[in-house]
C-alpha cells in the first residue's frame, strides 16, 4: 500500500472503488490498522470510493513519538484528503477514528458530507487512568494489555465462536508500535469535544454497541445530546468493535445512511483518464492480472489496452448509478449466456470480492439455465469449481 504526506506526517492508506463514486474514509481505532475494517468495506465495495489509513503511529504510518492532540489526527485526515485531491468525502470512525471524525467535522465543516461515528465518545475519563494506560504499553508492549483489551472489545462468546474475526484484530494490537500506541493515549486523556459539538454541521450517525464497556451507550447519547440532528442506533450483541463483531448489521445501517446523503452525480462519467480506470481495473481483477496484462501488450496490443481501461474500466466500471455487486452479476449471467469462458473465469474471483456470496452465485447460474440454457449453466458450474475449487466445498 501506499504512503502519502499529510499533515507533515507520512500516512499509509488504501484508496479503491469506482473513480466517479464519492469517497468514504475510514479512520481507525486506537491500536488497530485500515485492517480493522476488513469485514466491513465489501459491503460498501464498488457502491462507493473506499479511502483507508492508518492513524500516525499505527499499522505502516508513521510514528512520532511527541505530543499531540485529537485535533492533530483530525488535521491528518484533513491532509490526507488535500493530498489526494479529494476535496469532500464521508467520515467514518470507531473509537479513537470517530474522536477524529468528531474533532475534523467541527473544525473542518465544508469537507465532510457525513459523519458516522462508532463506538466512541467525546470526553474519556480519566486522563490519569489513560497516562497510566500509556506508560505501561510504554513499558511493556502493547502484548501487555491484550488480554484486558480483547475483553473490552468484544462480547464474551464471540472469540470463541469466531476465532478468524478476532485473530486478525489481536495480530494488529499487538503488532502496534508502543510509542505510537501511548502518544494517542495520552491525547484521549486531554481530550474534551463536547464545547465543539455544536460546530458539526454534517448529517451525524452515532453507532453504539449495547454490550460496549468502553464507550457505553451512555456516550453515544452525550454525543447525540451535542450534535442536535444526530441519529443514534445501538447494536444488541455487539461491543467495542462492533464493525468487526456485527459487519452486516453496521454495513446495513451505514449503506442506509451513507445512500441518503450521497451527493452521487445522475450521469454517467464521461470522459476518465488512463490513471482512474487502471485504478478502477486493478481493484476489481488485481494487480497482477492487470500488469502481466500491459507488460504482454507490447506496441500492437498497446492501443487496445489503453481503451479497455479508460472505457471500459474509466467509464463504465467508474460509473457510480450501478454498483460493482450488481456489476458482477451481470457480467456473469452475460458470459454464462455468450459462453465466454475465459472471461467467466476471469470474474468469477473477482465477483466474491464485490460481495457475491457463494449461494448468490449458485443462485445466478441456476437462472440462467433458465433463460441461457441447460448447456450454458453446466457449462459454467463447471468453470466456477475449476476456479473456485474448494472455496465451493
Known sequence: MPQIEANGTLL???????????????????????????????????????LRY???????????????????L??????????????????????????????????????????????????MPSEASWNERAEL??????????????????????????PDAVAPVRAQFTGTDAAGYAVCCNAIGRMDLRPVLNRIAAPTLVIAGRDDPATPPAMAQEICDGIRHAELVVLP?????????????TAAHLLGFLDRHREAPDAAT???????GLANRKSVLGDAHVERSLKVAGDFAGPWQDFITRTAWGEVWGDPRIPWKTRSFVTLAMMVALGRE????????PALRNGVTIPELQALLIQTAIYAGVPAANGAF?????????DLA
Request: proline share 5%; net charge negative; hydrophobic share 45%.
Open 382 to 390: 463447471r468453470w466456477a469449481r475449476e476456479v473456485l475449487g474448494e
Open 270 to 276: 464521461g470522459a476518465v483518464a488512463f490513471e482512474a
Open 54 to 72: 492508518d492513524t500516525r503511529g499505527h499499522g505502516a504510518s508513521q510514528v512520532r513519538d511527541a505530543r499531540i492532540e485529537v485535533e492533530d
Open 237 to 249: 450483541n455487539a461491543a467495542h468493535l462492533l464493525s468487526v463483531e456485527q459487519p452486516a448489521a
Open 342 to 349: 475465459e472471461e467467466f473465469k476471469l470474474h468469477v474471483r
Open 12 to 50: 499509509n492508506y488504501e484508496l479503491s472503488g469506482p473513480s466517479g463514486a464519492p469517497v468514504v474514509v475510514f479512520s481507525n481505532s486506537l491500536g488497530t490498522s485500515l485492517a480493522m475494517w476488513d469485514p466491513l468495506v465489501p459491503h460498501l465495495r464498488g457502491r462507493y470510493r473506499v
Open 137 to 162: 504499553v510504554r513499558a511493556k508492549g502493547t502484548a501487555a494489555i491484550v488480554e484486558a483489551t480483547m475483553t473490552r472489545w468484544f462480547t464474551p462468546d464471540f472469540p470463541a465462536s469466531s
Open 74 to 123: 483530525a488535521e491528518d485526515l484533513i491532509g490526507l484528503l488535500d493530498a489526494l485531491h479529494i476535496p469532500r468525502a464521508h467520515v467514518v470512525g470507531l473509537s479513537l477514528g470517530g474522536m477524529t471524525g468528531q474533532a475534523a467535522a467541527s473544525r473542518h465543516p465544508d469537507r465532510v458530507i457525513s459523519l458516522t461515528l462508532m463506538a466512541t465518545a467525546a470526553f
